[in-house]
C-alpha cells in the first residue's frame, strides 16, 4: 500500500508539473511594449500555444488624459488561422496618444492567463 502511496504521489508531482508549465505565454507583439508608432491598423499578440478563440480577447484602452478619462476604444478582436495569434483590429482611425492592449487568453489547458502592455501613437 505504501508503494502503491508514493508511485501516485510521484505522478502526480510530474502530472502537475507539466500543467503548470503548459500555459500560453505571450512571444511577441506588434507594435511593441513601450514603442512609439504610426497608428497601427491591427495589433499582433503572438502565442507560445493555440489558443481556443471562444476564450481569447482583448481590449484597447487609450490612456487618460488631462481633462479626458480613460477611453477604451472600439475594436474587434479574433484568433488567427495559425491558433496562436490574436489580432486587434481598431474600428476607426486611433488618435495620438497612449494605449494599453489588455489580454485574456486560455489555451487547451483551460487557465485563463491575463496580461497587458503599452504603446504610443505619435
Known amino acids: 500500500m505504501r508503494r ?3 508511485t501516485t ?32 491598423e491591427k495589433i499582433s499578440l503572438q502565442f ?3 489558443l481556443v478563440p471562444a476564450f481569447s480577447k482583448a481590449d484597447l484602452t487609450m490612456a487618460a488624459m488631462p481633462g479626458m478619462a ?3 476604444m ?15 483590429t481598431p474600428k476607426q482611425r486611433l488618435p495620438r496618444g497612449r494605449y ?5 487568453v486560455v489555451s487547451s489547458d483551460t487557465h485563463k ?9 505619435k
Not at 10 to 37: D, E, I, M, R, T
Not at 100 to 104: A, E, I
Not at 113 to 121: A, D, K, L, R
Open 74 to 88: 472600439p475594436s474587434s478582436a479574433a484568433v488567427g488561422a495559425d491558433g496562436r495569434t490574436l489580432t486587434i
Open 113 to 121: 492567463i491575463t496580461g497587458s502592455y503599452n504603446f504610443t501613437v
Open 4 to 6: 502503491l502511496f508514493i
Open 9 to 40: 504521489a510521484a505522478a502526480a508531482l510530474f502530472f502537475a508539473g507539466g500543467v503548470a508549465n503548459a500555459h500560453p505565454k505571450l512571444v511577441s507583439a506588434s507594435p511593441a511594449a513601450n514603442a512609439a508608432v504610426a497608428t497601427p
Open 70 to 72: 480613460a477611453m477604451k
Open 48 to 50: 507560445s500555444e493555440k
Open 100 to 104: 494599453s492592449v489588455g489580454w485574456q
